[in-house]
Nanobody, 133 residues
């Protein structure tokens, strides 16, 4: 069964770091655009960072620039999100997703619009990140 499974979330103090992992099984991530998203209770899901399948071009939401880094290990079929200088406002559930027929990574990440939630091929179930002040 094809799926994405996130891990690496947890509790960290403000200013700390976490590295999230998203392991794919049943399909090859090398052919998919991939991304990290987050959703706080009562809010819409928002894109954090996305990476293209073709040349690993990346996109970051404004709040993620300079603090978060997306990367991919094709040998491990895993996507990562390194998060540094975390602040309490980063507290929420983080999800990874993969899409084969995405148009652009900006669109995939919902830049300037909504995340195309139903258009993604795969979603993980999420991992909780909690940043204490």
């Amino acid at each position: 069964q094809a799926q994405l499974v996130e891990s690496g979330g947890g509790l960290v103090q403000s200013g700390g770091s976490l590295r999230l992992s998203c392991a794919a099984s049943g399909f090859d991530l090398v052919y998919y655009g991939v991304g990290w998203f987050r959703q706080a209770p009562g809010k819409e899901r928002e894109g954090v960072s996305c990476m293209s399948s073709s040349d690993n071009t990346t996109y970051y939401a404004g709040f993620a620039k300079g603090r978060f880094t997306i990367s991919k290990d094709n040998a491990k079929n895993t996507v990562y999100l390194q998060m540094n200088n975390l602040v309490p406002e980063d507290t929420t559930v983080y999800y990874c997703a993969a899409d084969y027929f995405y148009s652009t990574i900006q669109t995939m990440c919902g830049a300037g619009t909504r995340v195309p939630y139903r258009g993604m091929d795969y979603w993980g179930r999420g991992t909780q990140v909690t940043v204490s002040s």
